[in-house]
């Protein structure tokens, strides 16, 4: 078993943030080692690699996986996860492109571990570049209400977002990959939700990770139009996926959640507000029959 850990970081032509994002795991204060998923970017991505790995780096192995094909963030994870597991690491940490580590990230999530017998996952303190909270993205605790604890050192929590989440490899081995079939949209929060169930997981608030994205505005098939409104039809069926599996408080939370945010698009949505409650009660009602098959190493 190689006991150092795997950084699998999924990108999808974002070259100069993907080049930001393995810089920072390189500058890690505990040697890491990293592994490229690329969902076929049809940018610089694959020149971007090559030129990364003739430069010489003491601490790091720079592996790279062109899927060939876009298989959305949750087939990258997956294929990602499976490659590392494979090559024997100890650790498997799962970030996205646009997720910049601080130096420490890693070694204070590696200090929580050590202070637990066993745990399912370690998950990083998320904020935006100017050093506001991202609360989107925070480790949660709780699957009906969004409650986290940033004052804390670290604590219990149920959720995460591939957003700097780090799994020992004897969970991944116990209960599987993430579900490629999610595509996109709340596969880090089933793959967590998966592993909580069994064992015990813990926010990190001393590993900070920043998230560079544009917008600061949760995700909303309200707010949002155009042709990306299509997209929604991923988020809506997975998450009847995840909650049904909570029994009756799951299946009645998420119906009525549904229901409201019909409703708002009916009130508040200048543009296609039938089609949005057309693609939420569509995806909803698939949701219920929704069978994906989870891929074991």
Not at 2 to 11: F, G, L
Not at 139 to 165: H, I, N
Not at 196 to 223: E, F, G, L, N, W
């Amino acid at each position: 078993m190689n006991d150092t850990v795997a950084v699998v970081i999924v990108t999808y032509n974002r070259e100069a943030m993907l080049k930001e994002c393995i810089e920072a795991v390189r500058s890690q204060t505990m040697a890491c080692d990293i592994l490229v998923i690329d969902n076929a970017s049809t940018d610089g991505t694959g020149a971007l690699i090559e030129e990364l790995q003739r430069e010489e780096h003491p601490s790091s192995c720079l592996r790279y996986h062109n899927t060939g094909a876009n298989l959305g963030g949750a087939g990258g994870f997956c294929v990602g996860m499976k490659q590392a597991y494979e090559l024997g690491y100890r650790y498997i940490w799962l970030m996205d492109d646009d997720c910049i580590a601080t130096p420490t990230a890693l070694e204070e999530l590696l200090k929580v571990g050590a202070q637990h017998d066993s745990f399912g996952f370690l998950a990083s303190r998320i904020i935006y570049d100017d050093g506001a909270l991202c609360e989107i993205n925070m480790p949660r605790a709780g699957m009906f209400r969004k409650r986290y604890y940033p004052d804390r050192k670290s604590y219990r929590c149920d959720l995460a977002c591939f957003t700097s989440v780090l799994f020992p490899r004897s969970v991944v081995a116990e209960l599987g990959l993430p579900i490629r079939d999610f595509f996109i949209w709340s596969d880090d929060w089933e793959y967590t939700r998966r592993i909580s169930r069994r064992h015990a997981c813990y926010a990190c608030m001393d590993s900070i990770a920043v998230h560079k994205t544009p917008s600061r505005q949760s995700t909303s098939i309200v707010t949002d139009n155009g042709e990306r409104i299509d997209r929604y039809r991923y988020i809506y069926r997975n998450d009847v996926y995840i909650y049904r599996r909570e029994g009756l408080p799951g299946i009645l939370y998420v119906i009525l959640r549904d229901l409201a945010h019909m409703a708002r698009c009916l009130l508040f949505s200048r543009h296609d507000s039938l089609k949005k409650c057309g693609i939420i009660l569509r995806s909803t009602m698939r949701g219920f029959g929704f069978k994906p098959r989870v891929e074991r190493v």
